[in-house]
């Protein structure tokens, strides 16, 4: 099993749609969790770190639920230029990040 | 201020070869850190220097890795000789807190 699974993709979605992204993982000593941002052939980028209270950052809004071991990510009235994968990211406190395998957005206009 | 740059963009090399990627971290960060993503898999880390020393080399996959940061300022990074599963993206980060990411090292073993 990964430590950490995304939905697979890559997700096909009109602009102006909602899109959610899911995230398992499975060290429960797990201590941060991220949403990175990768565009093609480039780093990724931080895109959000993700509190148990809920955090929200303009259209972007991420959960945690450490019962389930589950984080999500919801994108409102997505744009073009939001297409890119999503990588969902946890730290278990030794400075590694432990990588989820991404999931590719595609916005269509 | 410049961020994470790596050197070279990318590299194609023949197996057996040997070649070293060089990463400059952000001025003033004490932690920086190799990851290395291979097709279609997710970003691997490989290891973990402060300042000059390696705090956690765990993820390395064999000794033909051999990843230095003297004087706790750039770091290389030697794979001698180069294997054909060793293509990938190799990316180095920095952080005081949030890691940023280097623009990766595209190497191509043929």
């Known amino acids: 099993r990964k430590e950490v699974e995304q939905d697979p993709g890559p997700f096909n979605v009109p602009e102006g749609a909602t899109v959610a992204f899911n995230c398992t993982y499975s060290?429960?000593?797990?201590?941060?969790f991220f949403w990175y941002r990768q565009d093609c052939r480039k780093e990724p980028k931080l895109l959000m770190s993700?509190?148990?209270?809920?955090n929200e950052d303009g259209r972007f809004t991420a959960q945690l639920n450490r019962a389930s071991q589950y984080i999500s990510l919801l994108i409102r009235d997505s744009k073009l230029s939001d297409s890119a994968t999503y990588l969902c990211?946890?730290?278990?406190?030794?400075?590694?990040?432990?990588w989820g395998a991404g999931t590719k957005l595609i916005i269509k206009p | 201020e410049a961020g994470v740059t790596q050197f070279p963009s990318h590299s194609v090399i023949e197996k057996g070869q040997t070649v070293t990627l060089r990463c400059d971290p952000i001025?003033?960060?004490?932690?920086l850190y190799w990851y290395r993503r291979v097709m279609g898999k997710e970003i691997k880390f490989l290891l973990h220097?402060?300042?000059?020393?390696?705090?956690?080399e765990s993820g390395m996959p064999n000794n033909r890795f051999l990843a230095e940061r003297t004087g706790g300022t750039y770091s290389t990074l030697k794979v001698q000789p180069a294997e054909l599963e060793d293509s990938g993206v190799y990316f180095c980060?920095?952080?005081?807190?949030?890691?940023?990411f280097g623009p990766g090292t595209r190497l191509t073993v043929l």
């Open positions: 220097f402060v300042k000059e020393s390696k705090q956690d």
């Open positions: 980060a920095s952080s005081q807190n949030e890691q940023f």
């Open positions: 993700v509190y148990s209270s809920g």
């Open positions: 001025s003033g960060h004490d932690n």
């Open positions: 060290n429960s000593a797990s201590q941060s």
């Open positions: 990211v946890v730290n278990t406190g030794n400075y590694q990040l432990i």
